[in-house]
């Protein structure tokens, strides 16, 4: 097997992602973190040709790149090859229910299943604990009246899942096979056969498509505040969005950064009332609102400006900035279903009415991959009860 070094920091989902990835394959990986080892980050940016997102991830002398790299490998049934495992024997394996997703919505759905006795298994997909992994603080989840960490939470409700027995599988399903019965599922070489299957797969962070966003994500243009934040303490940078979590990432960014510029489309915000509130009281945040952004402008190893674009006036204009982080929505991760359940225009699966059961009997959507309008913690969780609670009936039902 490969020498594997990844290059991390503290508070990074993203790092626990990869990382979660290369232990489920017995990969003994070095770990350097940078805020432990601070003459390690010169070292990282050079070994990564200006790599400023984390995790960085080596296979011997390979540079993989960050995390969405390392699933996008093992995506391609590559990633094994590179690290220099033998490819085991294909094998069938059969679960009664099988749950796609690790977000509140999947783990809240294994909590009722296991109670049940429904014996369910978890596949965890790329974002183990969802997006509120990418969460400093969450304040609105009932329970924790001083609030609470993210991925404090998200080890919560995993903890407890746990504690019923439920197995959690780290890794993605690359197809589905929703046309027979039992359903058949492959992860690479292996293949997983169920009776009901609950799809809790969640939402991916968008980007805006723009071809400089493009050439500059990794040397300054990030979706994770928490994650890549750190390599721009005491500098100007942007976040664009307008909902909760462009506040959020603002706040974060203010903390450790000289300026933060809030770019937003609209005039109005969508955000919550509180969070607005926070925004406009903090005095290192200048928000500039009826602006898209145009291009990135920068040189070869970095973002040095951004030039946006009235959406009243179309005059455009230049801000210096040394990062830009994007909060601006979400696409549901219902790739592997586009052509067997029914989804709406914008590609979020559409439940029956009243229930969480699909098109397909034996299929149970939940949580964000269904809910284009609410996209809150403790409604996936609500879903993921119901939708386990579907299945248990409809299980009785089959006999």
Known sequence: MKEVLVY????????D??????????????EINVEDVPQAREEMLKKSNGGKTFPQIFIGEEHVGGCDDLYAIEKEGKLNTKLGIEEAESTTTHYPLVILGAGPAGYTA?????RANLNPVIFTGEQKGGQLTTTTDVENFPGFAKGIGGQALMDEMEAQVK?????????TITSANLKQRPFILEQGNKKITTDALIIATGATAKYLGIASEEAYKGKGVSACATCDGFFYKGQDVAVIGGGDSAMEEASYLSLICNKVYLIHRREEFRASKAMQDRVNANPKIEIITSHTLDEVLGDTKEVKQLRLQSTITKEKKEID??????AVGHT??????????????????VTQERSTAMNV????ACGDVTDPHYRQAITAAGSGCQAAIDVERWLVEQG
């Open 17 to 30: 992602r990869a990382k979660e990835l290369l232990k489920s394959k017995g990969v003994d990986y070095k």
């Open 8 to 15: 991390s920091k503290y508070n990074c989902p993203f790092c």
């Open 321 to 326: 900035v040394s990062a830009l982080f994007l």
């Open 110 to 114: 294994a909590i009722y299943a296991a």
């Open 361 to 364: 009997p034996g299929v149970f």
């Open 163 to 171: 504690r019923f027995g439920t197995q959690i599988i780290v890794g």
């Open 332 to 349: 549901p991760n219902t790739q592997l279903f586009k052509d067997v359940l029914t989804t709406d225009e914008a590609g979020y699966l």
